[in-house]
């Protein structure tokens, strides 16, 4: 049963792909600064008035109201989003809740709007150029520290992280948080044009909607499926909201509940998505549970699942 479901996944999403594109969608040059890219500090003290920061105006970014020393989180968009879209309204407040951290928001709205999605997919790489200009001139001539970032991407803001690490200059990126990373137009053998574990020194993946608008491919250094990866409980069609985006959007729903909860998610280890398939994981169990999210450990490694509640809160905890 769990077989023919993907395949009628796979069907679904080649003839999604047919419907995409429109003769009057455009992709910018790919030049950095650009208008159509924009970047927003929030911290505690201007939660509801962010700051713009502007690469090539370093008094932006000398004067934003950075907290000293804290981490920064860069939060980027998918499909149709912006500045006050998923996963920003997710995990913005999650983070501020728990912490006073920099997060900075990337809004390239103008450049991924509906019904433009194969140019939207193609600007992805615009949009990581340009965050990796900003991140290299906040590293460079501002003294800001390169371990202190940490990328989280949905959708194709998940694919968008790949294309910051190619081309970052002041080195390696120590975490990038890919949640449920788009598939149409990035299923490839070239890494360079998708997110994969050589992005960062730590590459963590969520699959919530596998083979409709996420990808089954492991893309990370620990790859975690929720509820198997491509269906979530809960979600149903809606007026508003079909039954696969649902699916898609509880990725940063999973990802900002793990910022606060005192449950938290945990994920066995097994060997293979077709292991789980076959419904041999829970019988040749690894034993070994580990912490999905924001705290969840830097050496972990393969591919790991989870279950999680219908509706909030999701997470479940250890199992028994």
Known sequence: MRISMVILLIIKNILGILTLFSP??????????NDNITFWLYTRENSNNPVELKAMKPESIK??????????????????????????????????????????????????????????????????????QLIDEMVTNHGFRLTDFHIIGFSLGGQTAGFIANYLKAGKLPRISALDP??????????RKKIDSGDADFVDVL????????????????????NGGYTQPGCMQTENQTKSGCDHARAPMYFAESIITKTGFYATKCFSFIAYLLGWCDLISLNEQVLYGEYGLRNNSGIFFFRTNSEPPFAKGKSV
């Open 24 to 33: 009057n969608c455009v992709t910018p040059p790919m030049e950095c600064p």
């Open 182 to 191: 788009a598939l149409p137009l990035f299923a490839t053998m070239d890494n």
């Open 207 to 226: 699959h919530t909607n596998a083979l409709s608008k996420g990808k089954l491919e492991t893309c990370g250094h620990a790859d975690f499926f929720a």
């Open 63 to 132: 004067t934003a109201p950075w907290v000293k020393g804290a981490p920064i989180k860069i939060l980027i968009h998918g499909y149709t989003g912006h500045k006050n879209f998923s996963p920003n309204t997710e995990i913005r407040p999650a983070y501020l809740e728990c912490c006073n951290y920099n997060i900075i928001t990337v809004d390239y709205n103008k450049i991924a709007l509906e019904p433009c999605y194969i140019e939207a997919a193609r600007n992805t790489e615009l949009v990581g150029m340009c965050t990796a």
